[in-house]
C-alpha cells in the first residue's frame, strides 16, 4: 500500500478546519481549459489546453470571509462580517494560506523571505490557492456528467438565482449590468446567500471574483501535449484571477474560462483556499 494509497483511504470527504471553513476532498479529472475562437465572449487569452488532474485535493466550500481574514491579521476591524474578504493582494492571500497551515500543522505550501515572495513547494499539502486548472474544472467540470461552458450548463441564460453578479439592482453602480435578471444584491453578498453549485461549492460563479495560484502566461502549450497538475511558473510579474464578481454584466466576464491578471486588490476580487490531500 502506498502512502498516497493509505492517505485516500483515510480521508474524510469533508471536514472543517480552524478558521471554520467546511472543505470538500475532490477526485480529480481532465479538463480542457479556455474557450474555442468561434465561442462567444471569448477572448485571446483563454487559448485551450489539455490538463490531467491526478491529485485528490480539498477546497473550501466558500470563499475566505472578512471576519476569518481579520483574525489572520489579528484585527478585529471587520466583526462578525461574513462578506467575502477583497481588496487585497496575492501575497497577502499566499501568506493567508501559509498562517492557516501553520495552525494546523501542515507544511508551508509558499515561501516567503521576509514579507516578499520567493515561490512555492508543490509537494506540501499545505493550504495554498486553487490552482488555474482546478479552478476551472470546478466550475465547468466537477459534479456534471460532462464539461459545460457556464457551471449551470451549455445554455448562456442564467438561471434564477445563479449568483451574484451585475444584475439590475446593479443598475447605475456597474457599468454593464445583465438585463431581466435579479439577484438582490447591488455589490457583495454574504459569502454562501445562494444554492451551491453542481460540485458542491457556493459563490464559485459571482460575488467576488477569486486569486487562483498561476503566474499570468499568454504561452500557449505545445500542440498536442497534454499539462499534469499544472502549477505554472515559480515567478512571474502578474498572477491569475477567475470567475464573474459582482460587477461583471457581460458574456465575455460569466463565462468560467474567462481569465484576468492583476498584481495588485481590487473590490471585486477576493479567494477561497485549496490543499492536497
Not at 11 to 37: C, D, E, H, V
Request: charged share 25%; proline share 6%.
Amino acid at each position: 500500500v502506498t502512502e498516497q494509497s493509505a492517505r485516500l483511504a483515510e480521508a474524510k470527504q469533508n471536514y472543517r478546519n480552524s478558521a471554520g471553513m467546511a472543505m470538500l476532498l475532490f477526485k480529480p479529472g481532465t479538463i480542457t481549459l479556455g474557450a474555442p475562437r468561434h465561442e462567444k465572449g471569448q477572448r485571446a487569452n483563454e487559448f485551450l489546453r489539455d490538463v490531467q488532474l491526478t491529485r485528490h485535493f480539498y477546497v473550501s466550500k466558500d470563499e475566505v470571509t472578512q471576519k476569518q481574514f481579520a483574525a489572520f491579521r489579528a484585527s478585529g476591524s471587520a466583526g462578525s462580517s461574513s462578506l467575502p474578504v477583497a481588496n487585497i493582494s496575492w501575497d497577502e492571500a499566499a501568506a493567508f494560506c501559509n498562517w492557516l497551515s501553520e495552525k494546523e500543522g501542515f507544511p508551508p505550501f509558499y515561501r516567503f523571505k521576509g514579507k516578499r515572495y520567493a515561490g512555492f513547494d508543490a509537494t506540501s499539502n499545505g493550504y495554498r490557492l486553487p490552482s488555474e486548472a482546478e479552478w476551472e474544472w470546478l466550475a465547468r467540470k466537477a459534479g456534471r456528467k460532462k464539461q459545460s461552458r457556464f457551471p449551470w450548463g451549455d445554455d448562456s441564460i442564467i438561471p434564477p438565482g445563479s449568483g451574484n453578479i451585475a444584475d439590475e439592482s446593479a443598475k447605475g453602480v456597474t457599468r454593464f449590468y445583465v438585463p431581466n435578471y435579479t439577484d438582490g444584491h447591488a455589490k457583495a453578498a454574504p459569502v454562501g446567500s445562494f444554492g451551491a453549485d453542481k460540485a458542491g461549492l457556493n459563490d464559485l460563479f459571482g460575488n467576488v471574483s477569486e486569486w487562483v495560484h498561476d503566474y499570468y502566461s499568454l504561452i500557449p502549450p505545445p500542440k498536442g501535449s497534454v499539462l499534469k497538475d499544472p502549477l505554472g511558473d515559480q515567478a512571474g510579474d502578474k498572477h491569475v484571477i477567475k470567475g464573474a464578481s459582482w460587477s461583471s454584466g457581460t458574456l465575455t466576464e460569466i463565462r468560467p474560462s474567462y481569465r484576468q491578471a492583476s498584481d495588485k486588490g481590487s473590490p471585486e476580487v477576493g479567494f477561497r483556499v485549496a490543499r492536497y490531500l
